[in-house]
């Protein structure tokens, strides 16, 4: 197109090799380059053909920047820290990319830049053995962005796509979560994508990527929080059928009644369901939480240290309403009033168990010590409300007429060792977090 080049004001032959070695130049600065030409024309010429490009003079080259933003740097870093790989797909020069990609230190300690003349002479299984090494491409065009993707997700990668032109669509439904932009997206990348970035900001893809987690622990929280309700009340009535003629050997007040009522078991699980689950829901993120690894999408949401917790708690709620339940038919006999009064403290420790496991139930693995009980009002005010209906449905019955609970009034010297049955839980579920993170620890070491 150029066969000459304006210096100093005047026409010189056009030495190509030092332009091109400019451009590289200022493109490894991160630089877009524009270069420019002219050609002089008739002043009657109305319009531009092919052969009006031949002849032109070269006259310099331009850099435009335009650098990422502050947050997406910190964006990519977090990325890593929660075991992310970014990978840059773009259309500009291999030297300006590599630059950006400096910048935002994506690929560090890869030198390697596939460009999209490299991957159109590259075959798919070709692609495939180099994609796992490779995260910067340039000179990019939309059906490179396509190939990429698949051999990702061949490689058994979970692949996020983001893009806004309508040629980026086949890429967007390819990937297992498509991102649009939706300020500068078109409406064809939008209606193929999963997502749309409202601010068209990398950072918030981070940020959804941390609130998925969040989301996704407070779910597990509240599963192992409610699941030990029903195999602790399980146990309970069992442990009591079963043993019955054992224990009335040392008890003979024992086995006149199950030790909580049906009705009682309606209003653990209502309590447990509302007043107590709920609040773990607006537990706030814990710390370091885009520093876990990804999870790995077959594993299942209750894995074995689940459901190991999960009977441990059983367990120890159904010992002690189990344990209130002996004690006090042992110790104050088997009068319909005391059986009541027994039935009362074993149903009410089994509140207390639930109200004590739910400060600990806040994390899976950290430890209750580590942040405030403030941190989540809503934990509090469901202990309270919790509390508060307890001693209501024990006390309120002899002065409104209407029993539905089957309770008794229970003496006030019966809430101590009611309540030194129920902390145990706490530490308990504390001292199994201590071990299961030693041993994780010690896993990793070796």
């Known amino acids: 197109m150029c066969q000459n080049q304006l210096v100093n004001g005047s026409i010189e032959p056009l030495r190509s090799e030092e332009i091109l070695a400019k451009a590289d130049e200022m493109a490894g600065e991160a630089l877009r380059i524009l270069g420019m030409a002219y050609k002089r024309v008739p002043e009657d010429k109305k319009a531009l053909n092919s052969e009006d490009l031949e002849g032109l003079t070269f006259l310099g080259l331009q850099g435009m920047m335009d650098p990422p933003r502050e947050e997406a740097i910190g964006a990519v870093q977090k990325c890593k820290r929660a075991g992310i790989r970014v990978v840059m797909i773009t259309g500009d020069h291999a030297q300006t990319a590599k630059a950006i990609a400096r910048r935002l230190r ?33 000179r990019v065009a939309p059906e490179h962005k396509f190939r990429i993707t698949k051999q990702l997700r061949r490689r058994g990668h979970i692949i996020a796509v983001t893009g806004d032109g309508v040629n980026d669509a086949p890429a967007l439904k390819a990937a297992d979560i498509g991102i649009a932009m939706g300020i500068t997206g078109t409406e064809v990348s939008k209606e193929a994508a999963d997502m749309i970035l ?61 030790p909580i009522e049906p009705v009682q078991i309606l209003w653990i ?29 077959d594993e299942r949401i209750t894995d074995s240290p689940f459901f190991k917790k999960v009977g441990i708690v059983s367990v120890v709620m159904a010992l002690a309403g189990f344990l209130m339940y002996y004690l006090t038919t042992l110790i104050y006999g088997e009068t319909e009033l005391i059986l009541t009064q027994a039935q009362t ?102």
């Open 198 to 258: 409202t601010d068209d900001n990398f950072a918030s893809i981070v940020s959804a990527v941390e609130e998925g987690r969040h989301v996704f622990e407070n779910i597990r929280k509240v599963i192992l929080y409610t699941l030990p309700t029903n195999g602790g009340q399980t146990l309970l009535i069992l442990g009591a059928l079963l043993l019955a003629p054992f224990i009335h050997v040392f008890n003979p007040h024992f086995g006149g009644r199950l």
């Open 106 to 138: 994506i690929g560090e300690g890869e030198d390697t830049v596939l460009t999209g003349e490299e991957l159109s002479r590259m075959s798919d299984d070709e692609l495939y053995e180099v994609v796992d090494t490779v995260s910067v491409y340039a």
């Open 345 to 446: 403290a074993a149903f009410t420790t089994v509140m207390l168990v639930h109200i004590c496991y739910l400060f600990t139930a806040r994390s899976i693995t950290d430890s209750a010590f580590k942040f405030s009980p403030f941190s989540n009002k809503w934990v509090l005010i469901g202990a309270a409300i919790t509390l508060a209906l307890q001693l209501t449905i024990i006390y309120a019955p002899p002065y409104i007429g209407v029993n539905p609970f089957r309770t008794a009034p229970l003496p006030a010297e019966w809430w101590i060792p009611m309540i030194l049955v129920s902390l145990p839980i706490f530490f308990i579920i504390e001292f199994e977090k201590f071990l299961t993170k030693r041993w994780k620890r010690e896993g990793l070491k070796s």
């Open 269 to 297: 699980n209502l309590i447990d369901a509302v007043a107590l689950a709920l609040p773990i829901i607006k537990e706030p993120k814990e710390k370091g939480l885009l520093d876990r690894p990804p999870r790995n999408p």
